[in-house]
């Protein structure tokens, strides 16, 4: 029960009322009778009632009319004291609630009356109260009247009554709505259907109201008319009313009961159709007003605005905005654009001041300031009401900067404040600072070029003080314009406040749009996930994403994300704007601190709402305040670049970005270079710049995750920061103070000094928290660092200063934390420090390194989950960056990698399992260009690997280190790393050869994997020397690798690396599979050969001068082609050493052949090369390889031959040589003998061809070598090269051995070819220097061994073809050829070419000029042409009846051979070559002319006969004069040679004229004739001339002639030819001489002729007396007419002799004369000639020719007259 009633309140109730009734008879008993009455019967009706009823309150509230009927008569006395009782009476029943309507209708009539008479007012207002506060009974009019009753008590002349009286209003207006709340409360259960709210037709019926309800409205509704200033419709009886008072009490119902308003339309109704437009008239002076240039303090007139009125309205307004926003949209939407206008500058102060305030409590409501955000600015045509508010503050703020009220520059106001804070020691005395006995305090304030605004404290509802903290300062002020309803005039506004409320509404405003965004956010993101079930939002990281994808999104979450990206984007321009610059103007370290903060969370909501451009202006803004004003505005260009192209217009605003303010008045605490290309002196950092460095920092380790590209201009700001306070990398990226290289150009305070580490700390902090970052954006961080990175190369190209190495130290930073996700972040890492290895600055270049080794140490060394064994691709990720810096030259980067290998492979090593490949690769990219030192440390890591991995890695890695290893070899810095690196591969191979079991398994099983996976992928299998079997594989590396070795520049790797492969060929082949042989041949052995000869011949000639130091070189190596030829002859000889030695192996795989084929070219080709070291060499290993004997099976030797099962088509085809050896299909094929073998001969096995084919091929080689090196040279010039005799010599020893294989099918072609590499060899002169060591003294008669060589070959041919078959002695005439070609160069050495010899007898002599270029000398043929010789006589003796040396003329040739020396005869080179050769010539004719007359019929010698004739003729009558020194003896054995000759035709061939041609017999007549009259030398002298004259030749000659020309005994008409013609001849020699005689007789006039032709004409004189005499002895029929015609014929010429001067020619002449004697006798009677005998006429002797009878007469005549002049008659004689 409530208090009023309970019986204990009842019963002192009843007993208070009697008391008061009794109290009240009392006073009236004297003055008021009936009032006495009345109470009397009152008392009465209170126990009647008391006593009846059960409920005395209801009964007392029944027949409260009565009972209070007492009370007002009382009161109607206007008795003080009465009515002072009564009126306490009456307020005791309403109190206990016992007062009906009707009483309280004629309490309200009483109370009124005591009102118009003035009395009791106080009393009145109590009871009034008391009535309407205790009951609702009150209605309607009797509720309008007493509150009427109020208001006028309120207009009294009585403040006390007017204060209570307003006091009393303000409560009964509370008390009338609060009774609609409470009947809306009683009703809400039962819904009534609302009527639409009628027109202003009636305002009195508002019938669909409840009763409370409907009071209110009316009340209400006077309220408006009242304020209007129009007459109350409901308030009957106001007589006054301030404006003022009306408005305050509109606004405490508005802020009261705002729901009232809210759930009845018809109080909607009024709020839209009277209480907005009535604000609006109401405002109307303060719209129009523009203020003057100068502010008045007297009250405003009319048109200028009132205060009072103008504070009360905006305070409306802020209600009607904050309650009934959604009801008055449009309305709503005036009064802000209101709000905003009175903000300009050309308004009162005051109104500013009251305006701001006003804008400040919407500020703290970010609910509101949402809805204006989607209502206005969302809307299309809408003003931009938020977007104003925000601009608007931002212009007012600058504003007050800009546009200073009187006094902002005057010194503050004597203000106590706190204890001094700051520095005391400051010196500066500007309007904040206050002289504070003997120190000084800095008050908070703003400072920008030059206006001074302080900073009050602002104690306001919904401020910002909780979240921002204390604003410390020296005076507090609460909002007061708001607040002041009691003043008139407006309030002296305090400096700073303006600014101090428009401050807080930015902080507010900032505070709540984020607290509201980012709870709305959170929701939003923990629905999200819990609905999608992603891990991490793309909008927390990523930048202008949706927060989802728009499928996955409810309507309502895409709603709420546009209103806050629309609120975001309405305010960041003028939020950022004003905070800029409140930033720069701040000197207070707390507002600064506000600022900051404030602009940090608006970074971050820009940031998760993925506003990049918003994002990115107020990190510029923070970024810009941390580094010195100049400094900033130029570094951050770059940063800013994209944000100055966006437009920050700020819609309806003049609101300019103002540019920091130079003039800081903040204290220094930091000076440094600057990080720039070309630093300009120092900059400065103070308190203010490190405050803000710390909010970036607490930007970016709280809000990284929404940074996105914006980590540029966080990190880009720090890195200068750190520069300029000198911090440096330390281990780990971790920054540390310290000294900058420049010099001591940084200073610092000790404040900052303390400060540095925790910066420090902060910092590494910040990298640290990365590892908290989504992956998307680590990513966003990981490029800004290498972004920043790459600017810091950039600055660091071209000059050596110290490089800003902040980014790459945080990269390493980073890498370390987020080891745990490494892979997510590792390329880009890595990627970008391996371009910081590679840039040009070493500090730089150092620190790329480091920092990349460091990771890789830390990701291999990092416990991974799955761990890194289990993890094959992370590992190889790892350690991939090690590999690329291989492709970095910078040396001190190498070291750096090496050194990091070295270090994994001691920590590691033994776990590196998929990585050696990586590993291993980094040693073997190590370049020779690249330093000793790099190499030197590389080779240490591979000999650590070779020495303790090689059983730890995987068996496919093996083939790497062999690699590897061989690279090394290939080095050419360090001489012995080569050849250390050689003796590595040998100790490989030593591992492969004791674990070879081992690793074949591996290796197979390895394979077997691999050649699945590319049998799924459809692929081949691609590896090197596929398809040999893996381990094989891994031999044939090592092979190749050391063949690479083998061509290296350096002989003496070279030397190292041949002996150590055909070592390990030789050692550990046998552990290859047999097909595996074919890859070894010809991908090793051939592949080496054909580089080592292209290497040697194209190595260069120059002379080496000495083999580095002060090693000397021999001469024999002293030029890269000797030192190449080395190697060659090595690498030859151990291929050819392979090929004899594994025979057995080769010779079974299929192409032997062929390698054979390639072996011998590559013999030909070094046989050829022009090195005779080389050459000789190639030799040698021909001459190894032909020793090669078939290895002999037990099946090749069957007692009875296999019957062959191949058809013959099969194995010729199969057996045909390649195009490198000759066809076999020649005329002896193999077809034909195995044709042949089907007899008794055994068959070929396959085998044997084979062999066959292979010797062939060896001849084919040896001619190609033969025909190649013995041909002459084109052109000749010091560089010929011509071989030497050591060569030539081992060539043609050669024949003998490949001859005896393939003498079978030897060919008359093949024959020729050898001829003509013979001639050629024995042809080849040899170099002077060489003559002594290879000639001997000319003298001697001695072969050389080439020449034995060039004779034994010819030797074993020979004899082959003797005991050979028929058809082989065809060749018999081809050896005559060759062995005459040979005999020639007795007489003439064969030319080489064009090249010029001397003779070896000139070219002795030479020996002596040290230095004179060698010469050419021609061998001393001599001895060998003779040797030839007897051969071929030899031969002949042998063969001369064969009929290939009958057919084939091969006497002819002989003798046109000999006829060469013999003609020459003293001529020739050596006397002994002609003496040989006549001997020679005799014997053959001696065998062959017997020859030749039996095939005299046969025509086959015809043409021999000429060339004999020849041969005697030059021989006999030769052209060469004897020498001079030659003795009377000598002559005289020369001279029985000749006689020998002529013997040899008197008895060989004249004897036999039937059977010789008659030209012949001609040709030696003649020359008998000539023989027979003697010409001597002219050289002879007188003494000599008997001796010298060959007259037993001579004699000898004519004998023979005369012999056979008057030969009794003519059996045969060939014999009488032979007569005639020896007559003939004889008889024409004889004229020719005389005539000559005659006419030189003639012509020389009285000088005697010379001796040798008087001997001449003497010896014909005699040998004409002598033929006369002879053919007078002759039968006449043995003479013919001819004859005779010709001896008459010489009878005129000799008697033209008879003048010559000479007694001797006359002596010789008369006896000449004499016989011609015996032809002057007279004819025979035939009319026979007068005075010639008839001895004659008896012989016949008749002439008939008439020309000739006169020729006779006429000599007749002559002789007559001759007789007579000689003084005798032919009787006489």
């Known amino acids: 029960m409530s208090g009023t009633s309970s019986p204990e309140a009842v019963k002192k109730l009843l007993e208070n009322m009697q008391g008061d009734l009794r109290g009240l008879s009392l006073e009236c008993r004297k003055k008021f009778p009936p009032v006495k009455e009345a109470a009397e019967s009152g008392i009465i009706k209170v126990k009647t009632i008391a006593a009846r009823n059960t409920d005395i309150l209801a009964a007392l509230k029944e027949n409260s009319s009565e009972v209070v009927q007492p009370f007002l008569m009382g009161c109607g006395t206007k008795e003080p004291k009465i009515t002072q009782l009564c009126l306490a009476a009456i307020q005791r029943l309403m109190s206990h609630e ?92 039962t819904v009534d259907q609302p009527v639409a709210v009628q027109g202003n037709s009636n305002r009195r019926s508002v019938s669909t109201l409840k009763p409370c309800a409907k009071d209110a409205y009316m009340l209400f509704q006077d309220l408006c008319q009242l304020v209007n200033a129009d007459a109350p419709y409901w308030l009957v009886g106001m007589t006054e009313m301030t404006r003022t008072f009306g408005l305050e009490l509109l606004e405490s119902v508005l802020n009261d009961f705002p729901q009232v308003f809210l759930q009845h339309q018809e109080f909607s109704f009024l709020l839209k159709e009277r209480v907005c437009p009535l604000v609006i008239k109401l405002f109307s002076p303060n719209i129009k007003f523009r203020q003057g240039s100068s502010t008045s303090s007297s009250p405003a007139p009319v048109e200028k605005p009132y205060f009072p009125i103008c504070m009360r309205l905006l305070r409306v307004v802020s209600v ?44 703290v409501q970010p609910q509101l300031l949402r809805s204006f955000c989607q209502s206005y600015d969302m809307k299309q045509h809408s003003t931009k009401v938020f977007r104003d508010i925000v601009n608007a503050l931002g212009s007012f703020i600058q504003s007050l900067f800009l546009v200073p009220s009187t006094g902002n520059t005057s010194v503050m106001p004597n203000q106590t404040g706190g204890n001094a804070s700051g520095n005391t020691g400051s010196a500066q005395t500007n309007p904040g600072v206050l002289g504070m006995g003997g120190g000084a305090t800095v008050l908070p304030a703003f400072e920008y070029r030059g206006t001074w605004i302080p900073i009050l404290n602002v104690t306001v509802q919904g401020s910002a003080k909780a979240t921002y903290g204390t604003i410390a300062c020296l005076s507090c002020f609460h909002f007061f314009s708001l607040e002041m309803l009691d003043k008139v005039e407006p309030p002296t506004i305090p400096e700073g406040y303006a600014m101090s409320v428009a401050f807080h509404c930015l902080l507010d405003l900032v505070r709540g749009i984020t607290t509201m965004i980012e709870g709305e956010l959170g929701e939003a993101e923990t629905v999200s996930q819990s609905t999608t079930e992603t891990t991490s939002l793309p909008a927390q990281s990523s930048e202008q994403q949706d927060l989802q994808s728009v499928s996955d999104q409810t309507e309502k979450e895409l709603v709420s994300r546009a209103v806050w990206e629309e609120m975001v984007n309405a305010c960041w321009c003028g939020l950022l704007a004003a905070l800029s610059l409140l930033l720069d103007a701040s000197t207070d370290e707390a507002a600064t601190e506000n600022i900051l903060k404030a602009e940090l969370t608006m970074a971050a909501l820009c940031g998760r709402l993925g506003l990049v451009t918003s994002r990115d202006a107020f990190i510029t803004a923070i970024c810009k305040g941390s580094l010195p004003p100049h400094y900033a505005l130029t570094v951050l260009n770059n940063t800013t670049a994209a944000l100055s192209s966006k437009s920050y217009s700020i819609q309806g605003q003049n609101v300019q970005m103002i540019s920091p303010s130079s003039e800081s008045h903040q204290q220094v605490v930091a000076v440094g270079q600057p990080l720039a290309l070309q630093p300009q002196g120092t900059v400065m950092l103070t308190s203010k710049n490190i405050q803000c460095m710390r909010t970036l920092l607490n930007l970016a380790h709280c809000h990284g995750a929404v940074l996105g590209t914006s980590w540029q201009l966080v990190l880009a700001t720090l890195q200068h920061l750190v520069w300029i306070l000198g911090l440096k990398p330390g281990v780990g990226g971790a920054l540390k103070p310290g000294r900058a290289v420049e010099g001591p150009s940084t200073v610092l305070t000790t404040a900052v000094m303390t400060d540095l580490p925790v910066i420090s700390n902060i910092l590494s902090r910040l990298f640290e928290s990365s590892q908290y970052l989504d992956d998307v954006s680590l990513h966003h961080l990981i490029n800004a660092l290498c972004s920043l990175s790459l600017e810091a190369m950039d600055m660091a190209y071209g000059n050596n200063k110290e490089p800003s190495l902040f980014a790459v130290a945080k990269l390493l930073e980073t890498g370390l934390v987020n080891m745990h996700r490494i892979e997510i972040l590792w390329r880009p890492l890595t990627g970008h420090l391996l371009e910081v290895c590679q840039h040009p600055n070493s500090r730089m270049r150092e620190w790329g390194a480091e920092a990349l080794t460091s990771l890789i140490k830390a990701g291999l060394t990092f416990s991974h989950d799955p761990p890194l064994s289990q993890n094959q691709r992370l590992q190889l990720l790892l350690l991939n960056p090690l590999k690329e810096l291989s492709n970095i030259s910078h040396p001190d980067i190498r070291i750096k990698q090496l050194e990091c290998v070295l270090q994994i492979l001691q920590s590691q090593g033994d776990s590196l399992g998929p990585g050696w490949p990586l590993v291993l690769g980094v040693m073997g990219a190590i370049r020779s260009d690249q330093g000793e030192s790099l190499i030197r440390t590389a080779f240490q890591c591979l000999q650590l690997v070779v020495t303790d991995f090689l059983p730890t890695m995987p068996c496919t890695c093996l083939q790497i280190v062999v690699e590897v290893a061989g690279s090394f070899g290939l080095h050419n810095q360090e001489l012995n790393i080569s050849l250390t690196s050689i003796g590595l591969l040998w100790n490989i191979s030593d591992y492969f050869f004791q674990r070879g079991e081992i690793i074949e398994k591996e290796l197979n099983k390895e394979e077997a994997v691999l050649q699945k996976q590319a049998e799924e992928k459809g692929v081949m299998l691609n590896r090197p020397f596929h398809p040999a079997p893996p381990f094989d594989c891994l031999w044939l590396c090592l092979y190749a690798k050391l063949g690479e070795l083998c061509v290296d520049p350096r002989p003496a790797v070279r030397k190292s690396a041949g002996q150590t492969l055909f070592s390990t060929i030789g050692a550990h082949g046998t552990l290859l599979q047999h097909s595996t042989w074919h890859t070894v041949i010809w991908k090793v052995l051939f592949h080496l050969l054909d580089r080592v000869r292209e290497s040697s011949t194209t190595a260069d000639k120059e002379k080496i001068e000495s083999g580095g130091g002060n090693i000397l070189i021999h001469h024999s190596r002293d030029t890269a082609e000797k030192q190449w030829a080395e190697t060659w002859v090595l690498t030859l000889a151990g291929v050819a050493r392979i090929f004899n030695t594994r025979r057995y192996l080769l010779q079974p795989l299929g192409d032997f052949s062929q390698a054979w084929d390639v072996l011998l070219d590559h013999i030909q080709s070094a046989a050829l090369s022009k090195n005779n070291e080389v050459s000789l060499a190639a030799l040698k290993s021909f001459q190894e390889i032909l020793q090669i004997v078939s290895p002999v099976r037990d099946s090749e030797k069957p007692d009875t031959p296999p019957a062959i099962n191949v058809s013959v088509p099969v194995v010729v085809g199969t057996t045909t040589a390649t195009s490198l050896g000759r066809s076999f299909m020649r005329t002896d094929s193999i077809g034909e003998r195995i044709g042949r073998y089907n007899g008794s001969e055994p068959p070929v096995i396959t085998d044997e061809i084979e062999d066959l084919n292979l010797w062939w091929a060896a001849w084919n080689s040896w001619y190609r070598i033969g025909s190649e090196s013995t041909r002459p040279p084109i052109t000749c010039d010091k560089l010929t090269f011509i071989p030497s005799q050591p060569f030539l010599t081992a060539l043609i020893q050669i024949f003998p051995a490949l001859y005896q294989h393939i003498k079978t099918g030897f060919s008359m072609d093949d024959l020729q070819k050898l001829g003509v590499i013979l001639h050629g060899a024995v042809s080849v002169p040899i170099s002077s220097d060489a003559s002594p060591f290879i000639l001997p003294s000319y003298t001697e008669a001695v072969l050389t061994s080439l020449q034995e060589a060039v004779l034994t070959a010819l030797d074993v041919l020979q004899k082959a073809i003797c005991v050979g078959s028929e058809s082989m002695q065809i ?9 005459l070609a040979f005999v020639e160069f007795s007489c003439k050495p064969p030319q080489y070419g064009q090249l010029e010899t001397k003779h070896i007898a000139n070219a002795k002599y030479n020996q002596i000029q040290l230095f004179a270029p060698a010469e050419w000398v021609a061998l001393n043929y001599v001895p060998f042409a003779e040797r030839s010789l007897e051969v071929v006589v030899d031969l002949y003796q042998k063969t001369a009846c064969h009929k290939a040396v009958v057919t084939e003329k091969v006497l002819q040739n002989i003798i046109k051979t000999l006829r060469i020396p013999l003609s020459l005869k003293y001529s020739c080179p050596s006397e002994s070559t002609w003496k040989l050769a006549v001997s020679s010539l005799l014997k053959v004719l001696s065998i062959g002319l017997p020859v030749a007359r039996q095939h005299a019929s046969s025509g086959k010698f015809d043409s021999m006969w000429p060339e004999l004739a020849n041969t005697f003729e030059d021989f006999l009558f030769t052209k060469s004069t004897p020498p001079d020194n030659l003795s009377i003896q000598e002559f005289q054995k020369n001279e029985s040679i000749d006689v020998e000759v002529v013997q040899l035709i008197s008895t060989e061939i004249l004897p036999y004229a039937n059977f010789i041609p008659k030209e012949f017999v001609g040709q030696i007549m003649t020359m008998l004739n000539k023989g027979s009259i003697h010409s001597q030398s002219s050289s002879f002298t007188e003494a000599e001339i008997d001796i010298r004259m060959r007259e037993e030749f001579s004699k000898v000659c004519f004998e023979t002639l005369l012999q056979f020309s008057f030969s009794n005994k003519v059996t045969t008409p060939q014999e009488g030819y032979i007569s005639r013609m020896a007559l003939s001849v004889l008889l024409k020699r004889s004229q020719d001489v005389l005539h000559r005689y005659i006419e030189d007789e003639r012509l020389s006039g009285k000088c005697p002729l010379p001796r040798q032709q008087v001997t001449e004409i003497i010896f014909v004189l005699k040998a004409v007396s002598t033929l006369i005499d002879s053919l007078k002895k002759t039968q006449p029929e043995n003479v013919d007419a001819n004859t005779w015609a010709q001896v008459i014929a010489l009878y005129p010429t000799l008697v033209e002799c008879i003048t010559c001067s000479s007694s001797e020619v006359c002596s010789a002449l008369k006896e000449a004369l004499v016989p011609f004697k015996d032809f002057m006798h007279p004819p025979a009677s035939k009319e026979p000639v007068a005075g010639i005998k008839n001895d004659y006429i008896s012989s016949n002797f008749v002439i008939e020719d008439p020309d000739l009878q006169a020729g006779i007469i006429t000599a007749a005549l002559c002789v007559q007259n001759i007789c007579l002049r000689l003084g005798m008659s032919l009787h006489d004689q």
């Open 320 to 363: 009607l905005i904050k309650q009934f926003y959604s009801l008055l949209v449009t309305e709503c939407e005036i009064f802000l654009s209101l709000l905003v206008k009175f903000l300009d500058a050309d308004k009162p102060q005051w109104l500013r001041a009251v305006a701001v305030e006003s804008i400040h409590r919407l500020c």
């Open 98 to 189: 016992v007062v009906s309507e009707a009483a309280a209708g004629n309490i309200i009539n009483m109370l009124w009356q005591l009102m118009e008479n003035s009395l009791e007012e106080l009393k009145l207002l109590q009871t009034v109260l008391v009535l309407l506060t205790t009951n609702t009974v009150v209605h309607d009019e009797a509720l309008s009247k007493a509150i009427v009753l109020c208001f006028r008590l309120h207009f009294t002349k009585d403040n006390i009554t007017n204060n209570t009286a307003a006091a009393t209003v303000r409560q009964v207006v509370t008390v009338v709505f609060e009774r609609v709340v409470a009947e809306d409360e009683r009703y809400k259960d």
């Open 1371 to 1379: 060749m018999y005439p081809a050896i005559f050829d060759q062995l």
